[in-house]
């Protein structure tokens, strides 16, 4: 069975900082790999996915986040943060076992961008 | 736009109640979830739901049940509430057949409060 591990539960950077988000996942073969941003009260919201091709995704708001392979790592960056970017980030990781037809997430990452 | 409607945006009841929460998504999708999001567990798959009347156990569906008898609409069932079932519940759905990776859409989430 697939895992997603985010190690930092609580992350805080200054505004116009870069941003790097942690995601560690466990599956046998090449997974799908998802990140999710959710601002407070509100569902949650594609930022980037990888499935295959090229390693370094580009997504929404400036977003791109890395497949890395030998380190079962998927890390999301952003090279200025801005206020808005405050929210709860979620790595997720899909499979093609089409007995599990859903995602599993990690526990999520509270960004907080101080001014 | 997808958009999947969760129509209880938040709700308190009582123990040993029973509790529908319900959701509708318009884009025709055949898969439909429900997660549990707590803090510090991300979202956890509770059940879901890849044809109308068709439904599977996610990782935590004890206490829970759902019901598909049309395509868009999807019911998550707390057969008697207790108050560790306090917790926020988003709904999402995708396209179908089996999992592809397809970009999953949520709701915006039902806050539960068990009394």
């Known amino acids: 069975a697939q895992s997603v591990t985010q190690p930092d539960i609580h992350i805080t950077v200054s505004e116009g900082a870069s941003l790097e988000l942690r995601c560690n996942y466990s599956?046998?073969?090449?997974?799908?790999l998802f990140w999710y941003v959710q601002s407070p009260g509100q569902g949650l919201q594609l930022l980037l996915k990888y499935f295959s091709g090229d390693t370094l995704v580009q997504g929404i708001k400036g977003f791109e986040a890395e497949f890395k392979r030998s380190q079962s790592s998927f890390n999301l960056r952003k090279p200025s943060v801005h206020w808005s970017d405050a929210a709860e980030y979620f790595c997720?990781?899909?499979?093609?076992?089409?007995?599990?037809?859903?995602?599993?997430f990690g526990s999520g990452t509270r960004l907080q961008v101080q001014p | 736009d997808v958009k999947v409607t969760q129509s209880s945006r938040y709700l308190v009841k009582r123990t040993g109640e029973k509790v529908f929460l319900e959701c509708v998504q318009d884009?025709?999708?055949?898969?439909m979830f429900w997660y549990r999001q707590d803090p510090g567990l991300g979202l956890r798959l509770i059940y879901f739901s890849y044809d109308v009347k068709m439904k599977e156990k996610g990782d935590i569906p004890e206490g829970y049940s759902v019901s598909r008898e049309k395509k868009e609409r999807f019911s998550l069932i707390l057969e008697s509430a207790s108050t560790n079932q306090t917790s926020m519940y988003l709904c999402?759905?995708?396209?179908?057949?089996?999992?592809?990776?397809?970009?999953?859409?949520f709701g915006e989430g039902s806050w539960l409060t068990v009394v």
């Open positions: 999402a759905s995708t396209p179908g057949g089996s999992f592809s990776g397809n970009t999953i859409y």
């Open positions: 884009m025709d999708h055949e898969n």
């Open positions: 599956y046998g073969a090449t997974p799908y």
């Open positions: 997720a990781v899909g499979t093609m076992d089409t007995g599990r037809r859903a995602l599993t």
